[in-house]
């Protein structure tokens, strides 16, 4: 089997990863922050040293400000129904996946409108012309999961401090392969999920809040601590980090970040790069191959005017896995006109070879002459 | 010997400021306290001659503590 689907999750995992997990759950997997013997204050150490691993690696100071959650999506909602509490005015993309789509569309119950601005363009020349007096916030991906299109997520930031506006980011495609200095963003919340880039398991992510921003809970129950208070407590990340951890699955990307780390993450960039570089230009040897964009180990093609979930069921029926369909990202594919067919798209980690998408465009050459 | 504690709030400003002290020379024991007047909260149990420093060290991190009177012992 050919595995290149990795923007929907990585795999497989590093052994090393695995090893953690397995050791975590065998030996140390006491509830962190409920009870106080010894397992629960070992796993409670061993949970703030991976918010120490997320903090370092993106270049942020505050661990105790990295809130784990099960997924992106979970961190998303947490940033934007937490942060936009009240009535405005937020500007987004035209590459959203739903976790920032979906979030922003309920609450226009609660009186947020959105406007779209054209990922194409740079930032500094797209937004500026959306914003209005009650615009408050700059939702987007910095990456997009269906075509690997990217924004320059320091210019976001500029646009975004030069007229006092809050960011928040997806960095679900970018981390993993690409160095980010938090400190040299201004930003309300960066969310990314544990078990893409970062390598861990499914159950992990998080979001990171800057100092400046006060998150309201979205969800309430269990904090380990200050129970008799009706409400959560003040103290992130407890505040915000409602019942028990999925312990095992952060560890796991605790250590994936080791992983990469020790890889060197700009050396995966430059790894995913190539195989990106090597699968465009075979496509442009195809006439039948409609190439829909190629970036940040994603390549996202059509095959002439065949469905492309037709086109993956093909290829996985020869032992390769990738996605098509329109992968959560509807309004993506209306941006690229690709809303009909969906995409194929082909996505890399760290373990694919030349060898690999060799095999994957011989295949569609014989099959689509 | 002789010990004092220090309650922090949640598990996890607890664990940085036991690692804030150890960088700081000063060895902290991690610990809840459970009390039905007041709700759980964890904190730290240290030398009773090192409290004042242990205060100081977490003053300066910026971490908010309170002493917990009925541990020392």
Known sequence: MIYFDNSATSFPKPRSVLRAVSKYTARLAGNAGRSGHTLSIKSAEILYRARESVARHILFDKPERVVFTQNATYALNMAIKGLITEPCHVITS?????????????????????????????????????????????VCTAVSNVNGAEIDIYKLSKVAMENGLGLILDLSQLLGHREIDASRLHFSALCAPGHKGLMGLMGAGFAVFSDTCSPTPILEGGSGYDSLNEGMPSQLPERIEAGTLSAPAIVGMAKGIEYIEKCGTECVGRHLAALCNYSTALLSKMPK??????????????????????????????????????????????????????????????????????????LLKNEYK | MKTASLTVGGVTVAVKAKSILANNGVRAKLIKFSSMKKGCNYGLNIKESELYEAARILRSAGIEYSLHKDDVT
């Open chain 1, 94 to 138: 035209n590459m959203e996946h739903n976790s920032v789509l979906r979030p922003l569309i309920s609450l226009k119950e609660k009186g947020v409108s959105f406007s779209v601005f054209d990922a194409s363009l740079s930032p500094d020349i797209s937004i500026p012309p959306l914003i209005r007096p009650d615009t408050k916030f700059i």
């Open chain 1, 289 to 362: 191959i409609k190439l829909i964009g190629s970036g940040n180990g994603i390549v996202a093609f059509n095959v002439a005017d065949i469905p492309s979930a037709t086109v993956a069921d093909f290829l996985d029926k020869h032992g390769i896995c990738v996605r098509g369909g329109l992968h959560c990202a509807p309004m993506a594919h209306k941006t690229l006109n690709t809303l009909e067919q969906g995409a194929v798209r082909v996505s890399y980690s760290v373990f694919n070879t030349l060898d690999e998408v060799d095999k994957i465009y011989r």
